[in-house]
């Protein structure tokens, strides 16, 4: 079974700023990861998505993440973040032929 | 663009009622999915469907039916709501071509409280 772990609960950080978003997964297969993001009183929207190839995934809104196998790790950055990129990002693991599963989720807050 | 709706977007129920959840999606997609979301928690899975007529289990089923009379239709049944079911709603679609790990499409979510 996949697992992945948030290490954050929250992140707070001022406008402009960079910032990077911790995602950890545990699975010894080929894996598909993700991010996504869910503004308040909304539902989820993607973000982007890993399976192969270059490590470096860009996704919109400047965001991109970075997967690395040896650490088992798939987090998101921005290089400078604006006040409407204030949500919850949650990460998310499935395997090939199973079944999404999401991470509790990071409360990003940009300061202004 | 893909689109998932929910109705209601929010409900009030009593303890004991019966509630009905309803989704519709209009992306062709086969699979279809329920998730409960408590207050600063992650995102966990009640049914899912990959065809109509056919519902399977998910994370927590327990006080939950579901119901997929087409491909683009997805219920959720709370036969004898209780209390600890006040949550957020969402459902989502995915799939195109049938497969697991495709991008999911989430819907705005109902809000349930139950008293």
């Known amino acids: 079974t996949q697992t992945v772990s948030q290490s954050d609960a929250h992140v707070t950080v001022f406008e402009g700023d960079s910032v990077e978003l911790r995602c950890n997964y545990s699975?010894?297969?080929?894996?598909?990861l993700s991010w996504y993001i869910q503004h308040h009183g909304r539902g989820l929207q993607f973000l982007l998505k890993?399976?192969?190839?270059?490590?470096v995934v860009q996704g919109v809104n400047g965001f991109e993440a970075e997967f690395s196998k040896s650490d088992s790790s798939f987090h998101l950055r921005k290089a400078s973040v604006h006040w409407s990129d204030s949500a919850v990002y949650f990460c998310?693991?499935?395997?090939?032929?199973?079944?999404?599963?999401f991470g509790d989720g990071t409360q990003l807050v940009v300061k202004p | 663009e893909a689109a998932v709706t929910q109705s209601p977007r929010s409900k009030v129920a009593v303890t004991g009622g019966k509630v009905t959840l309803s989704c519709h999606q209009t992306?062709?997609?086969?699979?279809m999915y329920w998730y409960r979301q408590d207050t600063g928690h992650g995102l966990r899975l009640i049914h899912y469907?990959?065809?109509?007529?056919?519902?399977e289990k998910g994370d927590i089923p327990d006080g939950y039916k579901a119901s997929r009379p087409s491909q683009e239709n997805f219920s959720l049944i709370l036969e004898l709501a209780s209390l600890s079911q006040t949550a957020v709603y969402f459902c989502?679609?995915?799939?195109?071509?049938?497969?697991?790990?495709?991008?999911?499409?989430f819907g705005p979510g109902t809000r349930l409280l139950v008293l």
């Open positions: 998310a693991v499935s395997a090939v032929n199973n079944r999404i599963f």
């Open positions: 890993y399976y192969s190839g270059n490590p």
């Open positions: 992306n062709n997609h086969d699979y």
């Open positions: 469907s990959y065809v109509a007529d056919s519902t």
């Open positions: 989502a679609s995915s799939g195109l071509g049938g497969r697991w790990q495709d991008t999911q499409y």
């Open positions: 699975y010894g297969g080929s894996i598909y």
